[in-house]
């Protein structure tokens, strides 16, 4: 299977002016080749991730689809720095490669995109 994430939508957040922050939708290929996996970033002014968001997927029952409905593996990244090289590490969990591997390519393709976005006025 092709491991990859695209972004499907990025919307930047103000108020009054100010920047409040990002939110970046990706979608990338688990398990399940035909039902993308799409998770919602949301990126604070700060830089740091805010909230990851499960939007929709295709993943197996019992598998891939428990791993995402895990909160504490969904939201490893959130209070951490939207860097491309994360110095944090989402874990590869056994039996849901694919789903794990297309999970931590969209956080780091999230993030990419996130130092190019907050580039730009």
Not at 87 to 116: C, I
């Amino acid at each position: 299977a092709k491991q990859f994430a695209t972004v499907k939508a990025i919307d930047k957040a103000t108020k009054d002016g100010a920047l409040l922050g990002y939110r970046i939708v990706t979608v990338s290929t688990g398990f399940n080749e035909k039902d993308k996996i799409t998770l919602q970033f949301e990126v604070g002014a700060d830089g740091g991730f805010a909230d990851v968001t499960v939007l929709s997927h295709g993943e197996t029952d019992g598998f891939g689809a428990k791993l995402l409905a895990d909160p504490a593996y969904v939201t490893v990244p959130v209070g951490q720095a939207a860097v491309t090289e994360p110095a944090f590490a989402v874990d590869t969990v056994s039996g849901v490669t694919l789903t794990g591997d297309a999970y931590q390519k969209a956080v780091r393709h999230a993030a990419a995109v996130y130092q190019v976005i907050k580039e730009v006025p």
